[in-house]
T-cell receptor, first 111, second 114 residues
């Protein structure tokens, strides 16, 4: 079974803090994705990566950066957290245009 | 720009009913379409993936169809059960800037009453 894990299920941070969200997949997938999900807005793509050290901006990259130093690991970084980044963050991975597999999500609250 | 719409936003049905969830998309140039299920506070679970060359896919009580020319997909759930209660999302994958990006609908929240 494909497994995508995320470092935290719940996270509470203060405005201005640097926040790291980590995602690990165990299926040697080339593609990895970070989404945020907000009520009424659905899932929106923040960044994705199609290979180690390769990344592309999604629809809402502002205020975020990513890192992919190893194939199995994709990190999302909030350089200076703000209250409008309070959201559910979902990581996914896939092989090519095949099925996307999602992690359990991290609910981030920024106070 | 690809847009994905799911109607209705919410649906309540009695147990045992057969039901259809709808997904429409504006650009027919897609590689595939995927249906997901999401339980409250959880991640997404893939249910069915239909390639652009396929018309339908089946898994157990679920059947998904795809009509690319009209920009529509339906998810048919037979003999619904309370355990089917969840939010169902569809997503389309298409070429954009030479790389793969899924575009998601906002989902249909389904409640099956015992």
């Amino acid at each position: 079974d494909v497994k995508v894990t995320q470092s935290s299920r719940y996270l509470v941070k203060r405005t201005g803090e640097k926040v790291f969200l980590e995602c690990v997949q165990d299926m040697d997938h080339e593609n990895m994705f970070w989404y945020r999900q907000d009520p009424g807005l659905g899932l929106r793509l923040i960044y994705f990566s199609y290979d180690v050290k390769m990344k592309e901006k999604g629809d809402i990259p502002e205020g975020y950066s990513v890192s992919r130093e190893k194939k199995e690991r994709f990190s999302l970084i909030l350089e200076s957290a703000s209250t409008n980044q309070t959201s559910m963050y979902l990581c996914a991975s896939s092989w090519g245009a095949d099925t996307q597999y999602f992690g359990p999500g991290t609910r981030l609250t920024v106070l | 720009k690809q847009e994905v719409t799911q109607i209705p936003a919410a649906l309540s049905v009695p147990e045992g009913e057969n039901l259809v969830l709808n997904c429409s998309f504006t650009d027919s140039a897609i590689y595939n379409l995927q249906w997901f299920r999401q339980d409250p506070g959880k991640g997404l679970t893939s249910l069915l993936l239909i390639q652009s060359s396929q018309r339908e896919q089946t898994s157990g009580r679920l059947n998904a169809s795809l009509d690319k020319s009209s920009g529509r997909s339906t998810l048919y759930i037979a003999a619904s059960q309370p355990g089917d209660s969840a939010t169902y999302l569809c997503a389309v994958l298409g070429p954009l800037s030479g790389t793969y990006k899924y575009i998601f609908g906002t989902g249909t929240r389904l409640k099956v009453l015992a």
